[in-house]
Structures are given as C-alpha cells and as structure tokens.
C-alpha cells in the first residue's frame, strides 16, 4: 500500500497508514478481534472442530459455519465500521487542517477518496483475519464456489458503503462527536430504504446464487457513490464549521418554545425563577447547578417535560388500547427511557472533569485549598440533580405495572424491588464509570465515545454473545449483564436469589469505583 | 527568611528528565525571574512549587512547608497563574470571582469587600458584571492575576503572564506586577521576553535543558558575562600587522579580522574597555571605530544558552 501510494501519489493516504503504523492500539485492536473471532468459533463450532463426530458426519456442516461467520463480520462491519471512520475529515476540523489540506493542491475529492481507502484498509485486514476460518467451513462442503466469491463481494461492498456512509457525516458534522452519533442514526435509517431496495433487486435478479449476491452489492456501491458525491459537495462549505453545542442549542429551542407557549397560555407566568445568587461554600457544586446546561432547575425541568410527556401519551393511547399484559407495553418504553437515561447521565458525568480539561481550568481549581475528594463530590451535584429528574419517568413506568398489573396482590415486591434497585444502582454505577473514563482520557469527546462504548458494550455484548451462543440460560447472563436483568425482571422471571445477587455485584461494583475516584481524587487530578 | 527552597529538583516525564538538579532560594519579598527557552524546564518546576506535579526528586519547600507532605497548607501560601487563562465561560468576572473566594476559603462577609480591592487593583471595576469570555487578553491576564490575590497570599507563581498580549496589555501588566512588588510580594514569574523581566526583577535565574546555567542579580550575570567582552574594532593602514599586534597586549583573549572590522575578545577583569583603548592606541594602529558590544538580557540568554532542551 505504501508503494502504491508513492506511484500514485496519495501523500494523505500515506500520512494515515503510517500513522496507524505508529499506533499500539492498531495492533491490540487486530489482536482482540481475532481472539475474539477465533475464540467464538470454537465455541460455537466446538462438535465440529473438535471432531468429536465422525468425519463423514461433519461434512456439509460448512454452510452453517460459513453463514454464521459472514453473520459476524457484517456485525462488526456495521459497528465498528463507524466508530473507526467518524473522525476522518472531524478530526482535520479539530486540529484545524483540513483548511490547510484544502488549500493544497490535493483537491477535495482526493482528501475524500485517501481518507476513504486508509479507512478501509483496517477494515479489510478485519476481514482477512477470518479467512482461515472460511477456508476451513469452505473444505467441510456446502458452500458453493459463487456464494464464497459473491460474500466475499457483499463483504467488501458494505464495507464501502458504511465507511462512505461515515465520511459523509464525518465531512458535514464539525466534530467526531456528532459525526459518532450521525453515522449511526443515518446508518439506521438508511436500512429500511436499502431493505427494500435489496428485496427488489433479489426479485429481479433471479435465483443465480452468485446474482443473489450480485444486486445487493452494486446496490451498496450505488449508495456509496451517492454518499461520496454527497461528502464531495458539503466537504468545502463544512469545512471550517465552528462546533455547535447541540445539546445547548436543543435546550435554547425548548426554552423558546415554552416561552412563547407560557407567553401564549398565562400572559407569561413564571412560577420557578433561577436563582441568581453568588457562590456559598460550595462552588463547584454551585456552579453545576447554577450554571449549567443540564443542572439548572429550569433546564432539568424541560428535560423532565421532553421525557415525561411523550411517555404519558404513549402510556395513555397503549393502556387504552391493550388488552394483553402491560409489560408488552411498558418493557420497550422502559428499554427507550434506560437508553436516554444513560445516554444522558454518561453524557453529563464523563464532561465533569473533561470539561474543566477542556476549559484548561482544573490546574488552577488544584491549587486551591479544596481537597480532590471535594472536588469530586461537589461536580457529581449536578448529576444528582438529572438522576432525581431522571426518576419521574422510571417511577411513572413503576407505577403503571404495580396498578395495572395489581404487583401487590400477586408478591410481585420482588419484582418491584429488582426495579427499583436497577435504577438506583446502574445510573449512579454508569455515572460513575463515566466519570472515571472522563478523568482518565485527556480528550472529552474520546471520553465521551469510550465511556458510552464501556457502558452501553457491557449492557449489551453478553446479550448479544447469548443470543448468538445459547449457551447459558437468560437468568444467569442477568447476573453480569444489566440490560438482561432488566429484561428478566420484565419477563417476571425474577427470583429473590438473582435479585440479592444482582445488587451485590453491581451494589459493590458501584461501592468500589466510587470509592477507588474519591481516595485517589488528588492523583486522579494529577496533583500532590 | 526564605519562601522559595528549593534543593536538587528533578523532574520526569517518562524518559525526558525535564528538570535535572535544579537548586533555587527566593527570600521574602524578592521578585526572582525565571528565564530560559520553551522545553528548559520553567514551568515543571512552577507546576512543583504550585502542588501540581506529584514526581518528582528533591527537596521544595514554601515558607518551611514541604510541597509534598504538606500541599494542603502550601496551596493557602501560594496564588498560581498558569501560561494560559482558563475560563468559565458561563460566569461573570464577579461570579468568577466569588467562585474562586469561596474555593479559597474566604469567609462570605469579607468577599465583597476583598474582590471589591483586587478588581480596584486591577482595573477591572467597570467590568465586573461582564462575562469573563467576553474580555480582551489583557484584561483576562488581569483577572488572572485579580484571582491569585483573592486569599493574599505570600507566593506568586506567575507562568508566562505576558505571553500572547499585545504592546499596551503588556505594559498594563507590567505595572500591574511592580505594583505588586511594592507591596513586598514574593514572586517567581517566568517569560522569555527577556527585558519584561530585566525592568521587574531583583534576581534572575536562567535555565536551560533543565539545568539552571546561571543565577544572581543582573548586575552579577552581566559580570560574569563581561568576562570576555567582544570589542568591535574598525583601523585605518595595515589591519593584518595591527592584528598580531593587537594580540601581544595581555588582556586580550583573541583577535579575529573580519571584513570590515577586528573582533577583540577581552578579559574584563585584567583590562577595563578604557585601557583596552589605550593599549590599541599606544601599539601605534589608529582607530577608526571603537565599539564595545552591548551587554544586555538577550545577549546574557544567548551567550549562556545554546538552545537546547530537555
């Protein structure tokens, strides 16, 4: 690649492989993948690899590896894909240079194409990593020649496709942060159109199997043509953008709209003014809750009305509507409010102490006489605020089983404990695994991304793992997995034993790294 | 009684040692300028002094207080303004304020009156409802330095107060900080705008790759610099005989001819410049031009630095 990029002189291409060269977590990434791969295939292939049946007997068993191994890459196409490419061009905004790229002679489509192909090319080594594993499903049999070659095309068009998809949104957002979110909403989107799209082409297509794969592949390059036009028109006018604060920008359009509505319906009542006094003895923890976005009474009430309201309405048209179990209705409302909730709380407790980084303001908050334990317990008071709000929703689905469902007559405590539990142990536990990433990563918006990725992977990999697996019985993933004991306890198949269990672990988890920030706040902060 | 003791300092960042040995003693009421180019180790040592480094080697003490026993106490002594301004963008400069006198302890009925007397001190009154992001440079710098005030304290560690501001802002700083220094505060201030420091400080201490190559009082480093003073000499006739004359007199180090003129390299403390001139007259060459080089902060940086880092 490096020689093709000198005959071809592809300077920014080169840039990007030798500085993915350079870097550790290249080569840690590549590793934790394959032992991963690898190590999933044994599992789930054990009859096979192992060779416990005859060898007759395995044969043809080859499709079902092979089928489920594609199943795997495509995942982590379609996950880690945008997570690796969102910074392409945002952080040539950031560090302030795609200006400086564009004024080169490198034209816009060519920064385009290099970032493009230095993203892939990582993708692509993914991808190589499994190929002894498809040679061995291929040598099993029942895979045919087309379906080897046609996956291995679907394969490498979807990776076009999300990484084109990714520097779209990475050319028109201002930074990594909103290009991360972008790419998986846009990408998210973008299914249902494609979905139907493939069906089409596959209806017309025949039943060739190697056009089965055909279509849908120069359906991806179309779209990823598409995208890259679409990057190639916006790259120039986005590219010296200044950041927004989206969230603040959201909230000012709240406010605006609650204004003109108060202004409409009361003549313009305000019953909770802000309260514009000066520090008292705590002034970080009056600065949380005084000042900013996400901690002032006024803001957190608008938070509470964008959640509350949709959730009501939803909750009355549902009830009045259903005749079945309320838990058919209530559990994916409940799963929507965790995500916002804990999408919210990471949000807010990874920029505690990242913002004051960014702010370049924590050294001189250091060498004030609070100790670093103040200074830690003073920030978290405005999540304690969002926690208190974030209650009301959580609380009105609580309230809604325990009535319609009539919990009390049926000893259903446990299950009201194992929710009320849930939600005093995992946000404040998210919170403080946040905070944690936030103090350890010099960078807020790689705080930001890491600490979502921690918290949202543990919710979700052992999930996902079983389901793929089936190896354990859903109650037991529950004990080291929140988002499974959430869903066992809507399932009603909760049971004292896991319930104790449960808030041991995670009731300790939260004890410990609470703990571990407070005792080892000064050093966390980097001083004496 | 000494506020500033410092004694074999050193610094590491991983491989780099950034401070190697330093030794530094600042007396009450002294203003000690720290000079020396980017990477020396300036700001390392401020950083230790200021509890903000926790490895380092050596012995640092603020007022008999051990930086690293005692960072609690040493925070109260000290007012750190690092070389950048942090801001709170959603504050005022009052609340900026507020929210610095309540970290620093300072009891609620007294902070009205103290914030009144450092905004005063500052010029900064008519700004005081103003938000802190919409100040100019210079005016930020002064809040800075406002806030390092708040709880009086007896050290002022000032990073690079001046860099990034323009002519006027820097001289209202300037004054600012003479300011303070008649009113007997101890300040280390670093910069490597060299005369900024020559007009405000009593002691100078020039660092370079960690290391500190000199210290004293200007007038001490411009003697020991003075040591081989280089005299530009311009004579009329026959400049290569008049050389090796040149060369004969005692005092001189070398002669080196140049296309327009001689280079004499004196030994100050055997000859003085007038005697240098006598000497060259009594050889029998005529002078045409006689110019001693000036010795100034930037000549004394360059002559003891070689730009090296750590």
């Known amino acids: 690649m490096m020689f093709f990029s000198r005959q071809f002189h592809l300077p920014l291409l080169g840039k990007e492989l030798i500085e993915q060269a350079g870097r550790r977590r290249t080569y840690l990434s590549r590793t934790f993948y394959a032992t991963l791969l690898f190590i999933l295939s044994i599992i789930r292939f054990q009859d096979v690899l192992t060779g416990t049946e005859l060898a007759t007997a395995q044969l043809g068993h080859g499709r079902r590896l092979f089928d489920e191994l594609v199943w795997l890459q495509m995942l982590g196409i379609y996950l880690f894909m945008p997570a ?311 609380a009105t689905l609580l309230f809604v089983e325990i009535w319609w469902d009539r919990l009390w007559q049926f000893h259903g405590w446990i299950r009201v404990l194992s929710f009320v539990f849930s939600v005093v142990i995992y946000l404040p536990l998210a919170a403080w695994i946040s905070f944690w990433v936030g103090l350890k990563l010099k960078s807020q918006m790689r705080a930001i991304l890491v600490s979502l990725l921690i918290v949202f992977g543990w919710s979700l990999l052992p999930l996902s793992l079983n389901e793929f697996l089936g190896i354990w019985p859903m109650r037991e993933v529950a004990l080291f997995c929140p988002s499974a004991f959430i869903l066992v306890n809507q399932d009603r198949a909760m049971s004292g034993g896991l319930m104790l269990s449960n808030i041991a672990i995670y009731a300790g988890a939260l004890v410990l790294i609470r703990s571990y920030c407070l005792i080892n706040a000064d050093r966390m902060i980097g001083r004496q | 009684m000494l506020v500033v003791d410092i ?95 309540a970290a620093y302890r300072i009891d609620r009925t007294k902070r009205k009156a103290i914030i009144g007397d450092v905004l005063e001190l500052t010029d900064l009154t008519h700004k005081i409802d103003d938000p802190v992001d919409g100040l100019s440079r210079g005016m930020k710098q002064r809040l800075a330095l406002a806030r390092v005030l708040l709880h009086d304290p007896d050290l002022l560690l000032l990073d690079e107060p001046a860099s990034g501001l323009d002519p006027r802002a820097r001289i209202e700083v300037r004054e600012l900080l003479k300011a303070l220094k008649e009113m007997g505060k101890t300040i280390l201030i670093s910069s490597h705008i060299l005369h900024e420091l020559s007009q405000l400080c009593t002691r100078i201490g020039i660092i370079e790759a960690g290391q500190m190559v000199a210290e004293g009082s200007l007038e001490d480093i411009f003697r020991k610099l003075s040591l081989k003073r280089v005299v530009h000499v311009q004579l009329a006739g026959d400049v290569d005989s008049a050389v090796d004359r040149l060369q004969q007199i005692s005092a001189v180090d070398s002669v080196e001819a140049q296309t327009d003129r001689v280079a004499i390299k004196l030994r100050e403390d055997e000859m003085s410049i007038e005697d240098l001139h006598d000497a060259i007259h009594e050889t029998g060459a005529r002078i045409r031009m006689f110019q001693p080089e000036a010795m100034d902060m930037e000549t004394a940086f360059m002559k003891l630095t070689e730009g090296k880092t750590a």
């Not at chain 2, 380092?56 to 303004?81: A, C, H, T």
Request: aromatic content about 10%.
């Open chain 1, 84 to 394: 690796m490419t969102c910074g392409a061009i945002t952080q040539e905004k950031e560090r302030d240079s795609l200006g400086l790229l564009l004024i080169t002679r490198l034209t816009p489509g060519s920064i385009l194409f290099e970032k493009l192909l230095g993203r892939l090319v990582p993708m692509m080594t993914f991808l190589l990593l499994s190929l002894p594993l498809m040679a061995f499903s291929y040598s099993l049999g029942g895979v045919g020649f087309g379906q080897l070659i046609g996956t291995a095309l679907i394969l490498m068009a979807s990776c076009i496709y999300v990484s084109t998809l990714t520097l779209m949104c990475s050319a028109y957002c201002s930074t990594t942060v909103s290009a991360f979110f972008a790419s998986y909403m846009v990408g998210l989107v973008s299914m249902f159109p494609l979905g139907v799209v493939f069906a089409i082409s596959q209806a017309v297509s025949g039943v060739t199997e190697f056009l089965i794969y055909l279509a849908p592949s120069v359906v991806l390059v179309f779209a990823s043509m598409m995208y890259l036009a679409i990057a190639r028109a916006v790259i120039v006018q986005r590219a010296l953008v200044p950041p927004r604060n989206v969230l603040l920008e959201f909230f000012r359009g709240l406010d605006k709209f609650f204004a003109n509505l108060n202004e409409a319906t009361t003549g313009g009542i305000v019953l909770i003014q802000d309260a514009d006094k000066l520090p008292g003895d705590e002034p970080i923890a009056w600065r949380e809750t005084q000042k900013k976005s996400l901690g002032t009474a006024r803001y957190l009430i608008r938070v509470l009305v964008s959640i509350q309201t949709p959730l009501l309405f939803v909750l009355a048209l549902g009830l009045s509507m259903t005749t079945y179990q309320v838990t058919n209705l209530t559990t994916p409302l409940i799963v929507i409010v965790w995500i916002v909730a804990t999408l919210l709380v990471c949000a807010k407790s990874t920029s505690l102490i990242s913002g004051e980084r960014l702010h370049q303001t924590l050294d001189v908050l250091s060498t004030t006489p609070l100790t670093g334990r103040e200074i830690f317990l003073q920030e978290f008071q405005g999540v304690r605020r969002l926690f208190l709000v974030l209650l009301v929703p959580f």
């Open chain 2, 7 to 101: 004694n074999n300092l050193w610094v590491q960042y991983g491989k780099i040692k950034a401070v190697r040995g330093i030794d530094l003693q600042i007396p009450k009421g002294e203003v000690f300028g720290f000079i020396g180019p980017n990477g020396a180790g300036k700001s390392s040592t401020i950083k230790v002094l200021a509890t903000l480094l926790r490895n380092f080697k050596g012995s640092v003490k603020v007022n008999g207080l051990d930086v690293r026993r005692q960072p609690q106490k040493v925070r109260e002594q000290i007012g750190y303004m690092p070389d950048f301004f942090g801001v709170y963008e959603d504050l005022t400069a009052r609340e900026y304020l507020h929210f610095f006198a």
